[in-house]
């Protein structure tokens, strides 16, 4: 073995590590980016809800209105046209609250699947740094 083999696999070595926190790094920032997704998901979501209760409210208030103007009196059928209007505002907040929850497991799946694929490519490279070494000697 000459003198330059131990400064070669001392490289190779660093090497190894360099890449094993690149990848590790890498990963982080793809959980930073889906993480700020998921912040931003949020943020919209809540303010999705407030808007439709405003047009809800707004909706119901309107309809209240014509409803007295009219000298019709709030039973039966005007009741049912409120009650149709705040189920409609309703069926749209489930909706809305079904895709936005979808959205939060796929992001979350996403950044457990990107530490993972980090996590086996550093192994990965362990491996490489190892099996370089023996068989090289």
Known sequence: ??????????????????SIAATQDYARSQRDMIEQMQGTERVSR??????????????????AAMFG????TLEGSPMAVMADTSAEVAREQFNDDFNSNAKQAAWDLSKRSAQRSADMRSVASLFNFGANALIRG
Request: aromatic residues 4%.
């Open 46 to 63: 809540t303010l999705r809800t407030q808007d439709r209760n405003r047009k809800r409210d707004q909706m119901i208030g309107q309809q």
């Open 69 to 72: 103007a009219s000298g019709v």
């Open 1 to 18: 073995m000459t003198w330059a083999a131990p400064i070669g696999w001392g490289l190779a070595g660093l090497g190894t590590l360099g």
